[in-house]
Structure formats: C-alpha cells, structure tokens
C-alpha cells in the first residue's frame, strides 16, 4: 500500500510546482516510507506524487509515478492488485512488456489495453490516477469496496487529489472550513457519510466509482455493485464448501508478498478462520497479534489464545491502558475527521505491535456483514414479527418493560440492546435502523445543539442519508436490505476506514479476504434465512468451521472489539474530557449547550445514566477543531 496525490489545472494563471507535490508527499511519509516519487509535466499543468511501501518487487524499478514506454501515460497506485500476474500473462500475450514485476505496472498496461473498461479485471484493493497525456484526462478509480481512499477538491478548472484529506490541505487554495452541516451527521452516525466530508469543498471518491476529470470537467461513474437480489438455491452442505474454496482462495491470493506477514487475532470466529486458512496454505509458522485489556469485560486473549494454541501460531500480545488516552490527538491527526468509535484506539496499538514483526497482516474483517454477524440483522427479521403482535400486546411490552431496565447500564450489554430493542420494534424497518446505529438520536441532538446551530442547520434530518441507502438499495427482503445498507454505510465509512488509518499510520499494509468481491458476491447470493437461521447468528460459516475451530470460539458470544471507555470516564479519564468539553474553545464554538455538556459529563461520571459513547464522539469533534481548524498542534 501506499500514498498518492496530485494536482490538473486548466487555469491559464497558474502552474503546479515540485515544491506543492512534494509538500503534499510529506504528509503521507507513514503511507509509504520506503520511496518518494514526483512527476510534473511539461506545462506544469499537472503533478503526480508518490509515496511507496514496498511489499512486491522491492527494486527501483517499482518506482512511481510510472509511465508507460513512451511517456504519454503516467500512473500512482495506492493498493494491491492480487490476481496481477495472471492479467501480466494475458497482456504480455497481446505484446504488452514491462520492466517491472509490480501490479501497478500491470494496470497501466491494463489501461492502455482497455481504458476505462480495464478495472472489471482488477481484483483487490487499490486507488488510482492515470494522466493520459493524448487525450488530456485524468482517470481516477476506486475498489468495489471502498478499502483505499481518494479524496479530492474541486474548484474554478483545478482538480486536487490525495489519499489523504492533510494533503489537499498544504495547497492554499484548499481552504480549511468546516462544512458544519455535516456535525450533525457525525454525530448521528460517528462518521462523515461519503462522499461528504468534515471540510467544506472536499470530498470522497465512492466505492466501485471512477472519475473522469477533462476539458475542466468532472464525470464519475460507477463500474460494479453488490446484489443481494440474485439467490442461488444449494443444499446447506453445498454452501459451506463453496464458502470455504472461496475464502480459502481469498486468502490465498493475499499471500503473495515479498515481505513477511501475520494476522490480526482478536479470538473471535472470523479472524479465527483466517488464521487456520493460513496455516493450511502456508508451511511457515503464522504469527498473531492480539490486543488486550486489563478489564476482562473487554479483553479477549484467552480466546486468542486458545486459537493461536490450536493452530501453533507464533503469538504476540499488548495490553492497552487508560494513559493510552495520550495517543488521542495522534489518531485524530491521521483520521483527518471526526471518527467516533472507540476501536480505533487499541487497533492502531495492534497495527503498532505488529508492524515491529512484519510488514503485512491478514484480518477478518467483513465476516460479520458477509453471513450475517450482527444482532441488528436478526433483530430487523423479528421486529416484523413483533410489528404483526395485536396492538393491545406490543402497547403492554413497551410501556412497561423499558421502565425496568436502568439508563446507566453499558449500552452494548444485554438489557440496553433489548431495551432499544422494543422501543423501535413498531417503527418501519428504516427507522429502527437508524435508531439502532445511532450514537447521537435525534432528540438528544435536539437538546443538546443551541439555537443558533439548530437555526443555522435549517431543520437538517440525517436520517435522509439512511432513508436513501435504503430506497437506492432495498429489496424484498427486509434482513438482506438491512446488510446491504449496513456495507454500504457502517462498513465503509467507519470499519474500512479504522482497518485502513490503523495500519498505514504504521506503516503496515492490511489485507482482508473476507472484503474479497467475490466471496462478497457469493454470499449476497445465499438467502437470510440461512445466514442467519432462527436466532443462530452466522450459521452457515459456523457450520463451515465446525470441525476445524474451537468449540469455545464457535459456540461464544460476539463481544465486538471496544475499549472500556465507559469505565475510563468516570475514573482516570473523568477530568482529562470535562477539561476539554468544557474549555472556553469549545463553548465559543457555539454548536452545544453548555449546560447540556455539563449535564452529560456529570450523569455519566455519578453513574446516573452511560454517556460514554456520547462523550467519546464529543471529544474527537473538538480535538479535530483544534488540530486542523485552529491549526493548534498541542491539541
């Protein structure tokens, strides 16, 4: 994986300077600390950065930006492109030859070959830009999935681009504003929605999406799309064979690697699975990392390592502390916005523990969202089963058991979720999603924002931004509709992006056989009812993994991978979050009541009622403000 940036202008009036890329470079240095590589064409109209970490063919020769024999076609690369050799095969058929074995050298020929119509071959992971020096454009892509980033501002015939928002920003002609509307989405939902962002002007490329930027104009298009409608009908048997040569050749492909590699074991299931693929494919001893914590409601080594013993692993473990709060401002930096869950936090201490010992690790993310790993999947198939209950019986259960389940319990425990639970059962499916997902709900919100924001925001819903999800990509089936909008949001926007900024602020290329598009595509073809079968989450890939994993790895409940914030906020982080809520910098910034904050701050901390979501998402929002709107590198 790597770092790449750049700039078009049509602009009579202005030129792109070495200087500008160079700068924008710099920012990407933890992307790709093995090479840096500029390209400025002629006319100074346009310039290509690029910063590489070397994983295939570590020699010069994979330097970029990189241009085809004769120099008209020029490309930065930021992925990893994992079926390249059988494509360099064919190209080399067709008379194509190269003076490097690396995948970007192959998309560039790809390109050459078939323009636009060339990413239908690729398979893995990547963002690109190719200047096609002839036809004057600029072509841009992005994965099916959304796994690398491109963000890009437009403005007056100039086009900016980079991995990362903190590059556009060393061009002074990409103002640093925040687009304030989006707030209240953040809060919503613990992200910015792609493809808007925190900053005014700036925005994301989104998944399965290229960008055509000619003549001073920007088209985008789509190339693929994920398609739950389409079922297969096989026996349960059948489903779990073909589950595992996929997954098996998934993980397969994201082995190739001139360097060493690992994998992420947090000890549940899927992470699990691709430990043992692993070691089935490979005669070398895998090395696991795992992160822990001293509260044992959070920490899940021992089923790490009952797994890492299973399966022979070379086993590493960190245990993450209160004081790792410090690192707060650091991730708030390399996220470029406001991110709000917590997981960030031991997930960049896990990508640092791990890149000491190699240079790639394997993950499991995207089981869950594949065969059906979350609660709010099962629980949108029965809030239709309680939505049928007469109105007498559904008017009895929610007036009476809400009543007896405290506000002061840790929200992702039981009674909370069941509590949540029966106050949207009635609601449409759409609604309740969006409820159920929600940090900040909208009548908190409410409360919360002053008058002056409210009036500014004009009566702003963020449900809209799920609504649409749900109407562009609903189907029949309400549980299939609710996974889809669920990888076409939570999945993109908040666990890709985690996985990605975790590892690369390190250095450390992540790869995650189950986002495979077609694994991916298989399993939007397998029917809800036996993904999920009666109140059995995951059943078909339990059933996969029945002789193969520990029992105790099959057979235990998700935990999902969180800090005990909660926990923190009331002990040695309770004065570290009033101090900056309550600072004279963040009441001036008018968005909140401080009257409201403080009333947050101390029900949480008496134990009155659990905040700790709220105050986390709170503290990233005002953290982001001081680094890259006040520009204060205290922060």
């Known amino acids: 994986m790597c770092g790449i ?28 600390p093995d090479d840096e590589g500029v390209y400025i064409s002629r006319q100074l109209k346009v310039g290509l950065g690029h910063r590489r970490l070397s994983i295939i063919d570590l020699s010069t020769a994979g330097h970029q930006p990189m241009s085809n024999e004769d120099g008209t076609i020029w490309i930065v690369l930021n992925g990893e492109i994992y079926n390249f050799l059988e494509l360099r095969k064919i190209l080399e058929a067709k008379g194509h030859r190269f003076k490097s074995h690396t995948d970007t050298e192959v998309v560039l020929h790809l390109y050459e070959e078939k323009g636009i119509d060339c990413l239908a071959d690729l398979r893995g992971p990547f963002a690109f830009a190719v200047w096609d020096e002839k036809k004057e454009r600029l072509f841009a892509a ?44 953040y809060l919503t939902y613990g992200y910015t929605p792609t493809p808007e962002s925190m900053f005014a002007g700036i925005r994301k490329l989104p998944p399965a999406c290229f960008m055509i930027f000619e003549k001073g104009n920007i088209k985008l298009g789509k190339y693929w799309q994920l398609d739950f409608s389409k079922k297969i009908n096989l026996g349960e048997n059948e489903y779990c064979d073909k589950i595992k040569d ?83 401002p650091t ?59 007469p109105p007498a019986i559904r008017n009895t259960v929610m007036g009476s058991i809400p009543k007896m389940i405290p506000d002061s319990l840790p929200p992702n425990t039981f009674l909370p979720r069941l509590k949540r ?33 409210k009036r500014e925001l004009n009566g702003k819903n963020s449900f809209a931004y799920l609504n649409a999800m749900f109407t562009k990509y609903g189907t029949a089936d309400i549980v299939d509709s609710v996974m889809l909008v669920d990888i076409m949001t939570n999945l993109l926007d908040d666990l890709i992006v ?77 004065d570290y979050a009033r101090e900056i809520l309550l600072s004279p910098e963040s009441i001036r910034r008018n968005y909140f009541k401080e009257s409201m904050l403080r009333r947050l701050l101390d029900e949480h901390s008496s134990g009155r009622a659990n ?15 001081r680094i890259f709107i006040d520009k204060d590198i205290t922060a």
Request: aromatic share 12%; net charge positive; proline share 3%.
């Open 5 to 32: 940036c750049g700039k078009v202008t049509l602009n009579n009036s202005s030129s792109i300077s070495e200087e500008l890329i160079r700068k924008m470079c710099s920012t990407l240095v933890h992307r790709g």
């Open 142 to 185: 992005r994965d099916r999935i959304g796994k690398k980033p491109f963000v890009y501002f437009y403005k007056s015939g100039t086009l900016i681009f980079a991995s990362e928002i903190k590059a556009l920003l060393e061009d002074p002609e990409v103002p640093r504003e925040v687009n304030r509307s989006a707030i209240t989405d």
């Open 246 to 328: 996929l997954l098996e050749e998934a993980t397969r492909l994201r082995l190739v690697s001139d360097v060493p590699l690992g994998v992420f074991l947090s000890g549940g299931m899927d992470s699990s699975t691709i430990v043992y693929l692993m070691t089935k494919i490979n005669a070398g001893k895998v090395k696991t990392f795992s992160i822990g914590f001293d509260e044992a409601d959070y920490s899940e080594l021992k089923y790490a390592r009952i797994v890492a013993k299973r399966f022979n692993t070379e086993h590493h473990e960190y245990i993450v502390k209160p004081h790792a709060i410090e690192l707060l």
């Open 331 to 389: 991730l708030v930096w390399h996220y470029d916005e406001p991110y709000a869950d917590s997981s960030a936090l031991p997930s960049y201490y896990v990508a640092k523990m791990t890149r000491q010992e190699v240079k790639v690790a394997l993950n499991g993310d995207g089981g869950d969202e594949d065969f059906g790993g979350y609660e709010r999947f099962m629980a949108a198939r029965y809030a239709e089963l309680f939505r049928k209950l």
């Open 421 to 453: 639970f029966i106050l949207m059962a009635s609601r449409q499916y759409q609604e309740r999603h969006y409820n159920w997902v929600s940090i900040f709900r909208d009548f908190e919100k409410e409360s919360l924002f002053t008058d002056e924001f």
């Open 498 to 574: 985690k996985m990605d900024i975790a590892t690369m602020a390190n250095s450390l290329e992540a790869r995650s056989p189950f986002l495979d598009h077609k694994v991916m595509e298989f399993a939007a073809s397998i029917p809800s009812g036996i993904k999920i079968k009666g109140i059995k989450l995951k059943y078909l890939l339990k059933k996969s993994m029945a002789d193969i994993l520990p029992k105790e790895i099959l057979a235990r409940q998700k935990m999902g991978f969180g800090i005990p914030r909660d926990k923190w906020f009331r002990t040695e982080l309770k």
């Open 611 to 625: 905040h700790g979501a709220h105050i986390w998402s709170l503290l990233n929002l005002e953290l982001w403000h």
